[in-house]
Structure formats: C-alpha cells, structure tokens
C-alpha cells in the first residue's frame, strides 16, 4: 500500500436519493462504500471480481457491479440499491413477484438480482423471456435454478406491457433514468 | 422416543404457503455474517501455502507486525500450543484418523492451507500485512493422481504413509458367478470431476471473548451450530458452556458449512487472546480453493443381465480422491464409502461385490457436498443400464421395470443390507415414461438424426436416503449417533415460539416448520415464529443429508404433544367436558358438536399461566417442551428423472430441450419448496455434468481459482423443468413426511450424461469423463470427411 492508496479523497453522490459526502481511501470500492460507511448492507459481496452479480446496483440509471466501481468513481452520480426498492413496509411489485414465484432461496444473490431486473424493467418495461434470461445471466444463483425468477420477472413485465398499451404507462427512452 | 405421530388436523401441510422469510430477504434486510459489525472489531486475513505440498523452512512475519494498525500476526507456531487442530476420524476398524493442523506448522499438504494470520483494524491493513508475510517452503513431490496414490509411491499426508484412510470390500451372493453365466455384460470407467458446493455465500466467522465471564462467542456461517460448538470447545480446551455458536442467516450450504473448518478454531483463540471481536470473511478465491471440494470418484462398474434383462451382478470398485486430510466430521469417506453402500439404489439385485478406497492427495479436503458419494455411482449405474438396454434391444424404460424392487417385494432388504420401508418406483418410472411419450421421441431421434441433428434421451431411477438419523447413519456406514431437538413454547397469549437446531441456509425451515407446527397446536400460520442457528436452544446435529422436514416435523410434533394435551386437559376442565370430546382447530378448542361451547387457544393458555384458581389442580404452569426426534427406520424418497438433450456436433456444446422431474417424498409439507429444491439442484446438476471441474496442474496448482475459471450454471443454462409429484407418506415418519434435498444432485447428472451418452451412439461414443465438456464430446465425435 501506498499513500496513494491511503490519502482520503472526498466523494460527493446520492444514495437512494439522499445525498451523501464522505471522506474516503481511494482504494475503497463502491460496495464496502455502501456496505461499510452507509451499512446498507443489502448489496452482497459474492466474489469481488465481477461475475456473480450479487453486488449489482444502478449507477445513473445502469445496472453496475459495484466491486468493480470505486466508490471515488461514483462521485456526482446517481445510486441506488436494493433498501431503495420497498416504499416502507410495501415491497415492489417486483419484489411482491419474487415472493409469490418463490423466486429467492437463501437470499444472498437476491438483492443483485432485484437491482439487475429492475434496471431491465426501466429500459425495456414489457421484456420477453429471452430478454429476461438473457439479463439474469449477469447474476449467479445457486438456490433457485432461475426459472422461478423468470417468471416473477415476466409477470412485472407483462404487466408492463399491458400498462402501456392501455396509455397508463410512457414508453421509456433508452438511457433514461429509473 | 421412536414414537411415529401424526399430523393430526392438517390444514397448512400440504398448501402452498409464500415464504415467512421472503420480506426480509427482498429488501436487504438479511443479516448474514459479513453483515454484522460488533464495536472495537478487528478484521482477519490469512496468508496460504502457494505449494500443494512441502516442508516449511520459516515463516517471517517482522515485515508484517511492523505494520501501522496491525494488531497480531500468528503461525501455526503461535497456533499448535493452543490448539491440536481438527482430527478426522471415524470408529471405523482399520481406519485412519487425521488431523488437520488449524495453521500448518511443519508440513504445508495442499494449495490454500493456512500457514500464517493477520489481524489488523481493516481488512484492508490486514490483506496488506499478509502480501508482507515472506513463507519459505521445501517442495516435496505433490500427490495429485488419487488411482496411483492407491497403490503407495509418494506420500500425501507424512502421517499417513500408504495414502489409504480405509479400503474395503464388500460381498453379497456370488457376483463371480452371475458374470461368469451371463447373457449380457456392460461395464465402464467412469471418472467424475471434482467439484465443489459454491454457496454464493463465502465462509465467514466472527469470534467475541468476554473476559469478566469467559465467555466466548462464535458466529459463523455454519450449517451445525450446536455440534460445532460442543467441538470447538473441545477442540480448543475450554468448558463447553463458556462457548456459544451462532449461525445467522446464511447464504447457501448445500454441505460445504456442515463442515468445522481450521477458521473456526483459529479467530476464537485470537478473539480470545486480543480481548476484541476478530471477523473473517472469505474470499471467492479462497473459497474456491479451501472451502473443500466433492465429488471426485472412480467408480469402475459392470453390470451382467440374463436373457430376459434381469440384472443378475453388478460389481464396482470405487476409488475416492480424499485431499489431504478427513473433512470432519464426515472424513473422505463421504464420497467412496457412500458411492459403494448404496450402489444397488431402486434395482434388486442379489449379486453384489464392490470394493472402496479412501485416498489422501494434496488437495483440499473432499467434503459433504449435496448428493454426497451418490452422485457418481448413480452416473455410472444409470449409464450401463442404458448400455445394456440396447445391448438387449430393450427400452430403457422396460430395462428398469423389469428390475426395480416391485411393490410387493416391500419392505425390501437389500443386498447391501439397507431397508425399505416403501417405495413407488414402478410408478415413478411409468409416470415419467408417460410425460416423456418413448414411442415418439424414438421417432423424432430418428428423423432429426436424419437432418443431422443429434438428439439424445436419458433417464435415472433413483432413490435418495433421507431424515438421515441413527439407524440410517449406521446403515450406510457411518457410526453417528443422528438426531435433532425443537423446543415449542406457547406464550401466555396462545403465540407460538419454536426453537430448533435445524438451521435454514435458504430452504424456508421458518416457512415450512411453521407450518407443522401451526397445525400441531391447532393455530394460524402467523401465529407461529420459528428460530433456529444459536447454540443457545434446542440441541442438535443441524442440517445435511435432507434431514430439516423429516427430523424437524417430528422433533416439533413430538414437542407439541404434551402442549397439546395441557391445552385440551385445562378447557375440559373449564368447559366441564371430556378431553376426548375437545377438538382443537383454528385456533379454538370447541367441543365437539357444540361450536359455541368452545374456547379460543390463547384464553386456555392464558388461563394456565395467569389464572391459578381456575386452571386443573396440580397443574404445572408451562406450556413449554423439548423433544428429540431420530427416525426409527431409514426413509427413502425416489422418484426418476429424464432428460432431452441436443448435441451440437460442430461445438460439442449440449442444449437442454425438456427436463422431466418425477418426486416422491411423502407427504409434502409445501410443494413450492419441494419444487424450488429441484428446479435449484437439477440446475446444480446441470453444472455437474457439463461446467464444473475443479482442475489442478501438476504442481498441484488450482488452475480454476475463479468465476472466470469455474463456471457455473447461469440463467441461460437453466431449463423450464417438468415436475411430477407422486406421494407416498412416510409408514415410519411423524406426518409421512420424507426429506427430498439432495434427489436432484443424485439423479439428474445421471440422466443428463446418459442423454448425451443417447445423441452419440450413432458415433459408436460413449462418454464415461463427467463433466462432459465440449472438448470431451468432441473427442468422442470423428472428424467428419471434408
């Protein structure tokens, strides 16, 4: 280590929509950001090496390992994890799907794969399955064998689909955010 | 204590109730180890042997203490005074015992071991004082090949000088014989790869010491908090009741936690020797690398069939790649000895000659993994059968029917000696022969096979030892004593609190357990809280070997009993009615008949704490029970698996088209979690059987330290898989119910490997190296003819 690794440096962003400044080790990766300086521990560390996806977060409206991001990186932007999902005691209809699919087991992998999907539900409201499985391949669950996840997915999805054919919901820009 | 009860007014048994735990779990709300920060904690790295075997010459650490925030630095020279390590052993005759260093002190026996820890205010400190750590090793010639190891050469483990844990064999009828006289004789070399559990959680400990109270703490993410705990005590020689073990939420097992692993013994002492809480959580690499591994066999097998296809010999020699020490407490046996014990599975088969060995390599310690030592033998059975059903020109389907212990045989004893009680594997078979429309695929294979396309179909009959207590431990060979306790307490409202050492890792016990116990008491879902993992409460050996449903439900419904006799005994007494007339049912007791001569649970409870005068006289005021449950037979689930596969000639990469999952396992608690457990360990499967390979070099190196490496299934792997229940209750278990968590990693690579096995028989293949890589499917396919 290095005092370049060491030096504090300020980081300015916002986190589920509350602003945030602290003074950290550069070093310091967006997700023990979150984990240790704000303990929103929702947001898993799986293999810190950006494959198992248990850390995804949306950075500015895109799904983001958030081991692989140093949190020095993330200033001025826009975060937000899996805490930002329920509205107080009401969970998401995304996460309402996910309970009555039976699409979680142990929990771990969940949070990364709620944060995947909604990031993939923003962009794309009304995704297929093929889209679907082909989003959730970024995120490695050993409990589920992802079927069940699918289908939560799906259903949020075709209601989504639904919604906008009867002019309830806007069709989404590419890019836009969350 | 055998007593088989009923549940007696099912309500919730059977429906399919959304999970308890599914709140907390969506909104990050879990807390698992890594989760939880204790005040003035301290953070662990450890620093691990690069060489797979060799002599330490000297571990410097100055570099390391000299480091700002750096707290202790240990060797395994700081560490043997405290602590033996771990022995590794059963009493077994004739076999040896090993003992796992907690840090290596003299000899390093695999890539990974632990030779040296650091403890610092942040990890960060404490990964920085480890790259300071210089370890200076002697190579010695590392044993990697556990066939040639069997055989002596150079040594694995210097305590062991033969390499052999245990070799033994086992006879039943004249299987020579049978050989000599039959019709048709299969046989292969089936090697299975290594592999390992990949929780998605890592490891991790936590360790706090009071000082006034010595009093130590332990969380970890363990399957066996009570057991372990009693261990480490003793393990590191202090009083049993000044240790307490916690296992909080945890992130996936599937075997590899219900392990005791040198960690575990380690950040206790140093907790204890700094007077600050010390955490250890583990890294994928590290992980990936000393979290043990499983499944590595050689299963050699024949199987000789008469004219008409009746299995009339089978013979098989199993070879077990151990790694460099026993696992404890299974010892590397959990693979070979298991592999031999129950080889016969669904098929009579009174001929049977089979041999073991248990070898020691330098690799990291075999461990329980989900299907344990039956995965592999159920491959390479499976596969022959298929091989002499088109040996005898038969159906796969016919072949097996013509074999599987019939309906009447039950109860069945086996050759191997194991009982069954019962057992629907005709049904299974027919069942799955139904979904799968045999006729039709045949002519679909074919005209496919004629464009070019190469599509395969394989199926596995199995049957899967569950609710593993006593009787079934012995039986297949293991001398553990096997049994788990709950505590059920009614508070005074009528609430019901339960205390179980059957810990969760994902399977939804607080769900399922709930549900028993709801209906035990007569009350609502929500009116039941379950609570497991702390040493605390309710003694017991944990989860492994699909033990939670069986030994959970008999455990709570045994608990419940004597609550529910205190409960119908005080509003007889108040309602001036026979008990015998009381029915207790959601969540009133009325007498029957007369709904409004009735009471509700939580006024008679209520009644018994509060109210003296009124409640029976001599009555003791608590509704508070403990009971232990260790089923009194071995439980068997089964079921039949098939699998349609596509092989792409040109890639050597298999597409899955339909998975068919036919399951008995008694009487379903909530057959949403019954599906999840399959849908989620066929996926496993389909890592077993085409991904996942823990690959060494041969230095000993683990090539495969990764995600990038050791691939395992993702979304885009999983197949929609077709589920089929059948139930036959348990005759021997409280509510019938049979355990079924593991069925899938017993069946399905088996049918999945026999599928592919089915696509290249027009090339003359027949696969028998799992996992079936692309490059291994495309050795068995020649070069087509430009």
């Known amino acids: 280590m290095t005092d370049v690794a060491t030096e504090l440096l300020t980081v300015d962003l916002t986190v589920n929509g509350e602003r945030v400044e602290r003074a950290v080790q550069p070093r310091i990766s967006l997700a023990d950001f979150l984990r240790d300086e704000l303990q929103l521990t929702g947001t898993k560390l799986g293999c810190e090496h950006g494959v198992c996806g248990a850390c995804t977060v949306i950075v500015d409206g895109a799904a983001v390992r958030s081991c692989l991001m140093l949190a020095v990186q993330a200033g001025g932007c826009d975060v937000r994890t899996v805490e930002s999902l329920a509205s107080g005691p009401q969970l998401s209809p995304l996460q309402e799907a996910f309970h009555r699919h039976h699409a979680l087991q142990c929990g771990f992998c969940t949070g990364g794969v709620l944060m995947t999907a909604t990031a993939l539900l923003h962009h794309n409201p009304s995704a297929g399955k093929d889209e679907i499985r082909e989003a959730l391949s970024a995120n490695l669950c050993r409990c589920t064998g992802y079927q069940t996840i699918i289908d939560a997915i799906a259903e949020v999805a075709d209601g989504g689909l639904r919604a906008m054919a009867a002019g309830l919901a806007e069709v989404p820009r590419p890019g836009a955010r969350p | 204590m055998q007593d088989v009860l009923p549940v007696l007014n099912p309500q919730l048994v059977g429906a399919r109730v959304p999970r308890v735990e599914d709140p907390r779990l969506l909104t990050g709300r879990g807390r698992y180890i890594a989760d939880i920060s204790l005040p003035g904690m301290l953070h662990a790295a450890f620093v691990r042997s690069t060489f797979a075997h060799g002599k330490i010459r000297s571990v410097d650490t100055a570099e390391a203490k000299a480091l700002p925030g750096v707290h202790a630095v240990w060797t395994g020279a700081d560490v043997t005074p405290l602590t033996a390590g771990i022995p590794g052993g059963l009493q077994i005759e004739e076999m040896k015992a090993t003992v796992q260093p907690a840090v290596a002190s003299d000899y390093v026996r695999y890539i990974g071991e632990a030779v040296a820890v650091v403890v610092a205010d942040s990890r960060h400190v404490a990964e920085d004082a480890a790259a300071l750590i210089a370890v200076d090793v002697e190579p010695l010639p590392p044993v990697l090949d556990a066939e040639a190891a069997a055989a002596g050469g150079d040594v694995a483990n210097e305590d062991i000088p033969d390499n052999l844990v245990l070799a033994r064999d086992f006879a039943q009828g004249d299987a020579d014989a049978a050989f000599a006289s039959a019709a048709v004789t299969v046989s292969g070399r089936f090697r299975t790869g290594r592999t390992a559990a990949i929780p998605m959680e890592t490891r991790g400990v936590i360790a706090q010491y009071e000082w006034t109270t010595q009093q130590l703490t332990v ?19 202090m009083p049993e009741h000044a240790v307490e073990m916690i296992a909080p939420d945890v992130g996936g097992g599937f075997g590899q936690k219900c392990h005791l692993f040198p960690e575990e013994l380690v950040i206790p002492l140093l907790a204890r020797e700094l007077g600050r809480p010390v955490k250890w959580i583990e890294d994928r690499v590290e992980n990936l690398a000393t979290g043990t591994h499983a499944k590595q066999q050689l299963n050699e097998m024949e199987i000789a069939f008469d004219d008409g296809g009746k299995i009339v010999g089978l013979r098989q020699h199993v070879v077990g790649d151990g790694g460099a020490y026993n696992c404890f407490p299974w010892t590397a046996l959990v693979e070979p000895m298991a592999a031999a014990g129950t080889v016969t599975s669904v098929y009579h088969i009174e001929n049977v000659k089979t041999r073991f060995a248990a070898v020691l390599t330098n690799k990291v310690p075999i461990g329980a993994c989900r299907g344990i030592g039956w995965q592999a033998p159920q491959i390479a059975r499976e596969n022959l059968l298929d091989q002499g059903a088109r040996k005898l020109g038969l159906s796969p389907f016919e072949l097996r029917k013509r074999n599987v212990v019939k309906p009447e045989q039950f109860p069945y004893t086996a050759a191997t000696g194991l009982r069954f009680a019962e057992g629907s594997y005709l049904e299974s078979i027919e069942a799955l022969e139904q979904a799968i429309d045999y006729e039709e695929f045949r002519a679909r294979q074919k005209r496919e096979r004629d464009q070019g396309r190469y599509l395969g179909l394989g199926i596995s009959v199995f049957n899967e030892i569950t609710g593993l207590g006593t009787i079934a431990a012995y039986a297949t060979g293991f001398p553990v004593t096997s049994h788990d306790s709950s505590t059920v307490r009614m508070e005074p409202s009528g609430k019901v609190t339960v205390f179980t050492s059957l810990t969760s890792q994902g399977q939804g016990h607080q769900t399922t357990l709930a549900q028993i116990a709801a209906d035990a008491l007569g009350v609502a879902l929500e009116d039941v809280v379950v609570r ?19 030994i959970g439900s008999g455990s709570i419904l045994r608990a419940a009993e004597p609550i529910r006799r205190k409960l119908l005994q005080t509003a007889g007494h108040l309602l001036e009615a026979s008990e015998d007339d009381l029915v207790l049912a959601n969540g009133r007791i009325e007498v029957q008949g007369s709904p409004d001569k009735g009471m509700a649970v939580g006024d008679v409870a ?41 092989v792409d000639t040109e890639t050597g990469l298999v597409s899955i088209e339909r998975f068919v999952a036919v399951e ?6 909530n057959p949403t979690i019954v599906e999840g457990q399959l849908r989620g360990g066929i996926t496993q499967a389909i890592g077993a059987a085409f991904l996942e390979e823990m690959t060494y070099d041969e230095h000993g190196q683990l090539l495969t330290s990764t995600f990038m490496d050791y691939l395992i299934p993702t979304a885009s792997e999983a197949p929609e898989v077709e589920i089929i229940h059948i139930e036959t209750p348990a005759k021997t278990t409280a509510g019938g119910v049979k355990g079924m968590g593991e069925s899938a990693m017993i069946a399905a690579p088996a049918a999945l490997v026999n599928a592919v096995n089915d696509a290249l028989e027009p090339f003359g293949a027949f696969l028998t190296d799992v996992p079936l890589t692309p490059d291994r499917v495309l050795s068995a396919i020649p070069p087509r003819s430009a």
């Open chain 2, 532 to 550: 497991s993992g702390d040493s605390r409460q309710a003694y017991g050996l944990g989860t492994w070997g699909s033990r939670a449903a069986v």
């Open chain 2, 606 to 646: 209520g009644v018994i704490y509060f109210a003296a005068h009124v409640r029976p006289p001599g009555m003791d005021p608590t509704l508070e029970s403990t009971a232990a449950y260790d089923p009194s037979e071995e439980v068997w689930a089964n079921g039949a698996h098939a699998a349609i596969v596509e």
């Open chain 2, 219 to 237: 969380w970890s993410s363990t399957q066996i908090p009570h057991f372990f705990r009693s261990m480490i005590a003793a393990f590191i020689g």
């Open chain 2, 664 to 669: 008995d396992c008694g009487t379903m608690i």
